[in-house]
């Protein structure tokens, strides 16, 4: 067997970094593409690597041959690289094909060992090896029978977006027999070219073999092991995010705060959502609109002001809309100059943006603490403001409605506001009527500041969605005039146009969720090594106690299972302890990651 590369491409999407070197030797985490593929090939003990080469291949030649590998390697020059397309790179390696059976790569991929080794080893002669379509993906797609027979090279014409589940990338690697190329591809790649010219690419060659009765081409799909083709920036962006040591990996990816669409197949147990919320109805209605709202501009701030106070059953001149619960706290805290009182551990948040912050460090072993603790600690200290996010993140701690009216008078009798954060407060089960939302109480308190984040209850995290209350008009005003004339898009306010007539569907959603958190804890309480943490959000504190860090086992559940996890090694307030922090998914989402957490540990 022998294999060969196509790597005559300029690589213009690479910019300046294909400028003066071929694409394939752009670094990944300081190793060129070609020298990864070229070490990974050297390991099947082919008779020869035929690379195809183009732009800058003198430059290529000379890099190969400086690497250590005990496959021959032979170069055909493609001299015409400018104006051609890969379909003659392949054309001019023909004789090579006629010669052995060959594994076909593209050089712009990268992945991981398991890839490769799962068509060299695979008995079939013929195949394209293929992964599950991904919406931001581009390039060939493939549709396969039951049987893995490919039926259909898909066109633009052809593909459809709503059938999107039932397609095929292909990886472009491809496995060809001496037979199969004597027979099959070769001649039609010869009668390709001269009918339609050389700009084209090798995979229509194998679309007119697709259409054939006995073409003898197969898929075998990705079964393990990471890819990637990199054609960008960005994508070179992901795949040093993907293809690094376990410990960076992990690090990279987190410091990504999302985005992980890009990331086929990984398990989000790090960010906060409603796992049964929206529902299909409430998105099908949004997907019916989708058009509309995509090419129109959405409202002012005002009007969304009003929409998200007609939903609330609040005073419009009292709420204001933001693009994300973070849009409004950045304003706020920047405009008390005086200090500002903040829990830790907590959301962080706050304590970022409040130019004087006066930390509460709870102490207990539990992280739990009481409206008279903060009383306590705060009496005799000037403060504008204090801050409390109830359920607590990251710990679920709770404090009852009647005790955070307490703190509301007490904050009153010092000339401060509570700044209070109900992001987590539908998910709890404490009380039946446990918000301060409510425009009575926005009157009566008028140094009470509600912050809501729509993304953590509603589910709808991409929307960026959040909202402030306060009957405060220095407040709003103040926070108000930081804010742009648009700062939510059209989706965004089409959601809270509509999402009032979903609230029996929500209340479900919200009691489904509950059950599952019971069930998820009960699955985790048994893990011998794990210490859970009572929570009325939608997550579980989860304290590591068999000398084992979290920093490993967050590392070990990436790079192991695809799961990200919150690791909490450098929460602050919570040091010199071993914390995890997972989100409540659904019933078979959260049994992976239980069955994952008791292999690691047993």
């Known amino acids: 067997m022998q294999a060969i590369i196509l790597a005559a491409g300029m690589g213009r999407r690479l910019k300046k970094l294909t400028e003066h070197q071929p694409k394939c030797m752009v670094l990944v985490n300081q190793v060129p593409l070609i020298e990864r593929m070229l070490k990974q ?15 800058e291949g003198e430059t290529l030649k000379s890099f190969t041959a400086s690497l250590s590998l005990h496959t021959p390697i032979i170069f055909i020059d493609n001299p015409v690289y400018q104006t051609t397309n890969n379909i003659y790179s392949l054309y001019l390696a023909k ?13 712009d991929l990268i992945f991981e060992q398991e890839v490769l080794t799962q068509i060299v080893h695979n008995p079939y002669p013929n195949l394209a090896l293929v992964a599950p379509f991904e919406s931001w993906m581009d390039g060939t797609v493939v549709l396969l029978d039951q049987q893995d027979n490919i039926t259909k090279f898909l066109t633009r014409k052809d593909f459809r977006f709503e059938d999107i589940h039932t397609y095929y990338k292909t990886v472009n690697i491809y496995k060809f027999s001496k037979s199969f190329s004597e027979t099959h591809y070769v001649p039609f790649l010869e009668a390709y070219s001269k009918a339609l010219g050389n700009n084209e690419y090798y995979e229509q060659v194998l679309k007119v073999i697709s259409l054939l009765d006995d073409h003898d081409l197969k898929a075998t799909r990705l079964e393990n092991g990471f890819w990637y083709e990199i054609d960008d920036e960005q994508d070179l962006d992901i795949a040093e995010s993907i293809f690094t040591d ?19 197949g990984l398990l989000d147990f790090c960010y906060l959502v409603n796992p049964y919320f929206p529902n299909s109805r409430l998105m099908g209605e949004i997907k019916a609109s989708f058009e509309a709202l995509c090419t129109s501009y959405p409202s002012g701030l005002e009007v969304n002001n009003l929409l998200a106070a007609k939903s609330l059953g609040l005073n419009r001149d009292h709420v204001l809309t933001g693009n994300g619960a973070a849009e409004l706290i950045r304003p706020l805290l920047r405009s008390f100059q005086n200090g500002v009182g903040i829990i830790k551990p907590s959301f962080e948040e706050y304590g970022n943006c409040a130019k004087l912050p006066i930390p509460f460090t709870v102490t207990t072993p539990d992280f739990s603490y009481t409206v008279k603790d903060l009383m306590e600690f ?13 359920p607590e993140n990251p710990t679920g701690n709770y404090i009852k409605k009647d005790d955070v009216i307490s703190l509301l008078d007490f904050c009153a009798e010092k000339s401060t506001y509570l700044l209070l954060d109900e992001s987590f407060l539908d998910f709890s089960s404490a009380e039946d009527d446990p918000s301060l939302m409510n425009q009575d109480i926005l009157d009566a308190y008028p140094n009470l500041i509600l912050i809501k984040s729509i993304s953590k209850s509603y589910g709808v995290p991409g929307l960026r969605l959040g909202i402030l209350a306060c009957s405060d008009p220095s407040v709003t005003g103040l926070v108000r005039k930081e ?3 648009w700062n939510i898009n059209s989706l965004a306010e089409y959601f809270l146009q509509i999402f009032e007539k979903y ?3 929500y209340k479900e959603a919200l009691r489904k969720f509950k059950e599952t958190r019971t069930l998820m804890y009960e699955e985790l309480r048994s893990i011998r090594q794990l210490k859970l943490y009572p929570s009325e959000a939608n997550f579980i504190l989860c304290e590591i106690t068999d000398g ?3 920093s490993q086992i967050s590392e070990l559940l990436l790079n192991r299972y695809n799961i990200l996890v919150k690791d909490l090694s450098h929460k602050s307030g919570m040091e010199g302890r071993e914390f995890i922090r997972i989100a409540i998914r659904t019933k078979e989402d959260n049994k992976r990651l239980a069955d994952a957490l008791k292999h690691i540990l047993r």
């Open 95 to 107: 004789e090579h094909l006629l010669r052995d059976d060959s594994i076909l790569l593209e050089s």
């Open 548 to 550: 084992c860090s979290a």
């Open 483 to 485: 804010l742009p004339v």
């Open 503 to 505: 609230q029996s569907d």
């Open 378 to 390: 705060y009496k005799d200290k000037e403060m504008d403001a204090l801050v409390l996010v109830n």
């Open 41 to 55: 090939l050297d390991h099947y003990h082919l008779d020869r690597i035929i690379l195809v080469t183009g732009h």
């Open 246 to 264: 376990s410990q960076s990996r992990l690090s990279r990816i987190s410091s990504r705060y999302g985005g992980f669409w890009r990331y086929p």
